[in-house]
């Protein structure tokens, strides 16, 4: 038998690049884009998203940078940040007013590399 034992419950970085390709199938091309930031020294992906409402300018809009998983252990982190772009995708109309408002930058898991190699 084999057991395992962890601090939090693991979120890796493919579940990572699974959560964002089905927000990117299942939100509007209009309010959230996915880009590669960066490749990582180990080669890997290091996305950022944007989200807004791109029928209202961007000079009427403050810009807000939100990170995540910077300490590769803190897989907490990752569960929020699935939750913040859920929400802030949604057609909730909070959601829709934030968008109308700002500029959201993410990073949803800025150390991809520390993850895979399960760092803490």
Do not use: W
């Not at 000079?59 to 995540?68: R, S, W, Y």
């Not at 913040?84 to 590399?113: C, E, Y």
């Amino acid at each position: 038998d084999t057991c395992f034992i962890a601090h939090c419950y693991p979120y890796t970085f493919t579940d990572l690049k699974d959560d964002l390709e089905h927000l990117s199938l299942t939100r509007p091309r209009d309010i959230l884009r996915r880009d590669v930031l960066c490749e990582t020294r180990a080669g890997n992906s290091c996305f950022i998203m944007t989200v807004t409402d791109e029928s209202v300018p961007l000079t009427q809009k403050k810009f807000v940078f939100i990170t995540a998983r910077v300490h590769p252990g803190e897989t907490n982190a990752s569960y929020m940040m699935r939750g913040l772009l859920d929400f802030i995708t949604s057609d909730d109309m909070a959601a829709q007013k934030l968008r109308k408002l700002l500029v959201f930058k993410i990073v949803p898991m800025l150390n991809p590399d520390g993850v895979i190699i399960g760092n803490y």
